[in-house]
């Protein structure tokens, strides 16, 4: 059996362990060690507390452990486990453990344990080489992944960036299995394609005019997202392009909220609803939605005509580009960012550009006004990162290792 430990209900696995329990053919247990997500709590990157309003837990076979559970999620002491784990995966036999990362000791537990007593060890994590620069610490750091990594058997790798690092590290490509990073492409594309027929309500609504090009922002409002940076652009770009109405949609929240619409002309807030800035104001037009949970965010795919991405290294991939692609939106993305070379570069090398650098995001937010791809490319390029090839490549991955376990026990 194969047994999957993962922190929480996560938005963007849960699709992969249903597509698992729909093909019937791999026998699997899902062990969440948090309820995280389930109930209302604190995130503070958003700066609120929060729960994802869509279920989490149907249509697969999933249970949660008793572990130690810390009162702060970003350290990497926050979930522990408490003795009795390897004979609870002896009792259901479990002959492949995956993980889901490294970011909490709970994993390197894991880990240890199950290579100890046999268990294969599969490993998905987010790392890439753009992510992991910097000096003796670095080293140090990856020194010390090292003795993680080598009891790994196989890396389902979730694109490019992910894989480079691997190799950097000196693991054989072998042992590397596409698993790549996605979402559940149809739920985005249903829900943008139902909000369609009310993108000019929608607009209404939070204040952006019906021929404005809207430029869209999904996530916190935090220092490595990179926000200001698409202000200063999108404030030049209208310099260039005066006859030309430009926009603004942010949702999200976090700490630099209050420098967002300080450096724009606000026309909607969630707490003040639509305004009217002075028509002098030279800031950026620019509305500002609040947190969207996953069942509506649809209705900001379908409202604006780009998503921005400007985000630094840090940001290990940026799903959202995946949510707006399989939305039939074009992005504008940070070179830094780790799904760039996956999802952007591919189509469209021009509306990639350095992190930092505002004077090429400016040209490529120009690129997206002045030439928006088409939606149909779009969609044929992020149907090969849809959940659906994760669960056909893990899929095969297990048939693979079983065919081999036991062709290795009749040559005994």
């Given at each position: 059996?194969?047994?999957i430990?993962t922190?929480?209900p996560?938005?963007?696995?849960?699709p992969i362990?249903?597509?698992?329990?729909?093909r019937?053919?791999?026998?699997?247990?899902?062990?969440?060690?948090?309820?995280?997500?389930?109930?209302?709590?604190?995130?503070?990157?958003?700066?609120?507390?929060?729960?994802?309003?869509?279920?989490?837990?149907?249509?697969?076979?999933?249970?949660?452990?008793?572990?130690?559970?810390?009162?702060?999620?970003?350290?990497?002491?926050?979930?522990r486990?408490?003795?009795?784990?390897?004979?609870?995966?002896?009792?259901?036999?479990v002959?492949?453990?995956w993980?889901?990362?490294w970011q909490?000791?709970?994993?390197?537990?894991?880990?240890?344990?199950?290579?100890?007593c046999?268990?294969?060890?599969?490993?998905?994590?987010e790392?890439n080489?753009?992510?992991?620069?910097?000096?003796?610490?670095?080293?140090?750091?990856?020194?010390l992944?090292?003795?993680?990594?080598?009891?790994?058997?196989r890396?389902?790798?979730?694109?490019?960036?992910?894989?480079?690092?691997?190799?950097?590290?000196?693991y054989?490509r072998?042992?590397?299995?596409m698993?790549?990073?996605?979402?559940?492409?149809?739920?985005?594309?249903?829900?943008?394609?139902?909000?369609?027929?009310?993108?000019?309500?929608?607009?209404a609504?939070?204040?952006?005019?019906?021929d404005?090009?809207?430029?869209?922002?999904?996530g916190?409002?935090?220092?490595?997202?990179?926000?200001?940076?698409?202000?200063?652009?999108?404030?030049?770009?209208?310099?260039?392009?005066?006859?030309?109405?430009?926009?603004?949609?942010?949702?999200?929240?976090?700490?630099?909220?209050?420098?967002?619409?300080?450096?724009?002309a606000?026309?909607y807030?969630?707490?003040?609803?639509?305004?009217?800035?002075?028509?002098?104001?030279?800031?950026?037009a620019?509305s500002?939605?609040?947190?969207?949970?996953?069942?509506?965010?649809?209705?900001?795919?379908?409202?604006a005509?780009?998503?921005?991405?400007?985000?630094?290294?840090?940001?290990?991939?940026?799903?959202?580009?995946?949510?707006?692609?399989?939305?039939?939106?074009?992005?504008?993305?940070?070179?830094?960012?780790?799904?760039?070379?996956?999802?952007?570069?591919?189509?469209?090398?021009?509306?990639?550009?350095?992190?930092?650098d505002?004077d090429?995001?400016?040209n490529?937010?120009?690129?997206?006004v002045?030439?928006?791809?088409?939606?149909?490319?779009?969609?044929?390029?992020?149907d090969?990162?849809?959940?659906?090839?994760?669960?056909?490549?893990?899929?095969?991955?297990?048939?693979?290792?079983?065919a081999?376990?036991?062709?290795n026990q009749?040559?005994?």
């Open positions: 059996m194969l047994a430990l922190t929480h996560i938005q963007y696995q849960v362990w249903r597509g698992l329990a729909a019937g053919d791999v026998p699997f247990k899902v062990y969440f060690m948090s309820d995280q997500g389930l109930r209302a709590s604190f995130d503070p990157g958003f700066g609120r507390a929060l729960a994802w309003d869509i279920d989490l837990l149907s249509g697969y076979p999933h249970e949660f452990m008793d572990v130690h559970i810390g009162p702060q999620q970003d350290r990497f002491t926050w979930l486990l408490k003795p009795g784990f390897i004979d609870r995966l002896r009792a259901d036999g002959s492949v453990l993980v889901n990362g909490v000791l709970a994993y390197w537990q894991a880990v240890r344990a199950a290579k100890r046999g268990i294969e060890i599969w490993l998905r994590g790392t080489r753009r992510s992991n620069r910097g000096g003796l610490a670095q080293s140090l750091k990856w020194l992944l090292r003795r993680l990594l080598n009891r790994v058997d890396f389902l790798t979730i694109g490019s960036a992910n894989r480079a690092f691997y190799l950097r590290l000196g054989r072998e042992q590397m299995v698993a790549p990073y996605g979402v559940d492409n149809r739920r985005f594309a249903e829900q943008a394609g139902a909000a369609q027929s009310a993108r000019d309500a929608l607009r609504r939070w204040g952006i005019p019906s404005a090009f809207c430029f869209l922002s999904v916190k409002f935090v220092p490595k997202k990179r926000p200001l940076d698409l202000v200063a652009a999108v404030a030049e770009l209208q310099r260039r392009l005066p006859q030309r109405r430009l926009h603004i949609l942010w949702v999200g929240s976090g700490e630099l909220a209050a420098a967002l619409q300080a450096g724009c606000v026309a807030d969630d707490a003040g609803g639509v305004r009217i800035p002075a028509p002098a104001d030279q800031r950026p620019a500002f939605v609040g947190f969207i949970n996953q069942s509506e965010i649809g209705k900001a795919y379908a409202t005509d780009a998503l921005v991405l400007p985000s630094d290294a840090k940001e290990t991939w940026g799903l959202v580009v995946n949510e707006a692609m399989a939305s039939g939106l074009p992005c504008v993305v940070s070179a830094a960012c780790g799904c760039a070379e996956d999802l952007v570069q591919p189509l469209r090398p021009d509306l990639c550009f350095p992190v930092g505002i090429a995001l400016v490529a937010l120009a690129a997206v002045g030439d928006p791809p088409p939606v149909e490319p779009l969609l044929r390029h992020i090969h990162f849809d959940v659906a090839r994760t669960v056909e490549a893990v899929a095969a991955l297990y048939h693979e290792r079983c081999e376990r036991a062709a009749d040559g005994k």
